[in-house]
């Protein structure tokens, strides 16, 4: 996930996804400047990017141990977990795993791609070791298929087709998954109609929630935060009008290595709710 303000002037989102997240504050700072430039905040912005790249190297060798497992010193939200977790926490940080277990973990995926992966797939290399690569935004045949057990899940991952060693996915993760599993991966057909593109859900109904809760980082109209994938930026409206299925797993359990509240103690039909208001947010930049 990126950062992006509305020009003073013109009122264009800049996205710095893809950047360093040690330098987005930075980057802000420039960006923040009329059109004729403020050369101040360009300087400052610079000079506080060297900093804060060093500052980011420190915190890191606090953050993560040798084998890249987050220490729990770190930012209890995004790398760290709770001393007894609940069953919620545990049930929303499978939902984390399962879009994407490396930003979860804060590791490096591997670089080639999985050998499982379709060879007509348009992902490739770390990308393809995502459990949605395969199963999907909708969780495909995985909904519903339970009751699993911890054991199984274990199984299945560490057996030859998946691959998943303990180096990527620690022993200590797999209660989550499993809840996860069991409890999260729901079927989305009530609350999404997959032809349509759209949500069954009332817009009317979710626009307070949408107002009060997730405006606080989207922004009235869904475009406070911009999503960079390498040559396209788009907004939450966007996202939700390409793939409701997504935007629906990361309302209910929130962004993986990023502080975004999870609305899964919300009932599943309100959360449908919030996505048919997103789905009528602007798309693009104007």
């Given at each position: 996930?990126?950062?992006?303000?509305?020009?003073?002037?013109?009122?264009?989102?800049?996205?710095?996804?893809?950047?360093?997240?040690?330098?987005?504050?930075?980057?802000?700072?420039?960006?923040?400047?009329?059109?004729?430039?403020?050369?101040?905040?360009?300087?400052?912005?610079?000079?506080?990017?060297?900093?804060?790249?060093?500052?980011?190297?420190?915190?890191q060798s606090h953050?993560?141990?040798?084998?890249?497992?987050?220490?729990?010193?770190?930012?209890?939200?995004?790398?760290?977990?709770?001393?007894?977790?609940?069953?919620?926490?545990?049930?929303?940080?499978?939902?984390?795993?399962?879009?994407?277990?490396?930003?979860?973990?804060?590791?490096?995926?591997?670089?080639?791609?999985?050998?499982?992966?379709?060879?007509?797939?348009?992902?490739?290399?770390?990308?393809?070791?995502?459990?949605?690569?395969?199963?999907?935004?909708?969780?495909?045949?995985?909904?519903?298929?339970?009751?699993?057990?911890?054991?199984?899940?274990?199984?299945?991952?560490?057996?030859?087709?998946?691959?998943?060693?303990?180096?990527?996915?620690?022993?200590?993760?797999?209660?989550?998954?499993?809840?996860?599993?069991?409890?999260?991966?729901?079927?989305?057909?009530?609350?999404?109609?997959?032809?349509?593109?759209?949500?069954?859900?009332?817009?009317?109904?979710?626009?307070?929630?949408?107002?009060?809760?997730?405006?606080?980082?989207?922004?009235?109209?869904?475009?406070?935060?911009?999503?960079?994938?390498?040559?396209?930026?788009?907004?939450?409206?966007?996202?939700?009008?390409?793939?409701?299925?997504?935007?629906?797993?990361?309302?209910?359990?929130?962004?993986?290595?990023e502080p975004m509240?999870?609305?899964?103690?919300?009932?599943?039909?309100?959360?449908?709710?919030?996505?048919?208001?997103?789905?009528?947010?602007?798309?693009?930049?104007?």
């Amino acid at each position: 996930m990126s950062y992006g303000w509305r020009g003073q002037k013109d009122h264009r989102r800049r996205s710095i996804l893809g950047l360093p997240k040690d330098k987005r504050f930075c980057y802000s700072l420039a960006t923040r400047s009329t059109r004729q430039g403020n050369l101040m905040r360009i300087w400052i912005a610079a000079v506080l990017a060297t900093g804060l790249a060093s500052a980011s190297a420190i915190a890191q060798s606090h953050l993560s141990d040798p084998e890249g497992e987050v220490d729990d010193a770190g930012h209890d939200y995004v790398g760290g977990r709770p001393d007894h977790p609940s069953e919620a926490w545990l049930v929303v940080r499978g939902g984390k795993l399962y879009a994407d277990w490396m930003e979860a973990l804060m590791k490096k995926g591997p670089e080639q791609s999985h050998p499982a992966y379709p060879a007509g797939g348009d992902q490739s290399g770390a990308a393809t070791w995502r459990c949605t690569a395969c199963h999907g935004w909708d969780y495909g045949t995985l909904a519903g298929k339970g009751p699993w057990t911890e054991a199984d899940v274990t199984v299945i991952l560490r057996d030859d087709r998946h691959r998943y060693s303990e180096d990527m996915l620690p022993a200590a993760e797999m209660a989550a998954l499993t809840l996860f599993l069991n409890k999260g991966a729901a079927d989305t057909a009530p609350f999404i109609d997959r032809a349509a593109g759209k949500s069954k859900g009332a817009a009317a109904q979710g626009q307070p929630y949408y107002e009060t809760i997730c405006a606080a980082c989207h922004g009235y109209d869904g475009r406070t935060l911009g999503f960079w994938d390498g040559a396209t930026l788009t907004y939450l409206g966007t996202e939700a009008a390409q793939d409701p299925a997504k935007v629906f797993h990361m309302a209910r359990f929130g962004h993986p290595g990023e502080p975004m509240v999870a609305l899964y103690l919300l009932p599943p039909a309100t959360v449908a709710d919030i996505l048919a208001f997103v789905q009528t947010l602007p798309t693009g930049d104007r």
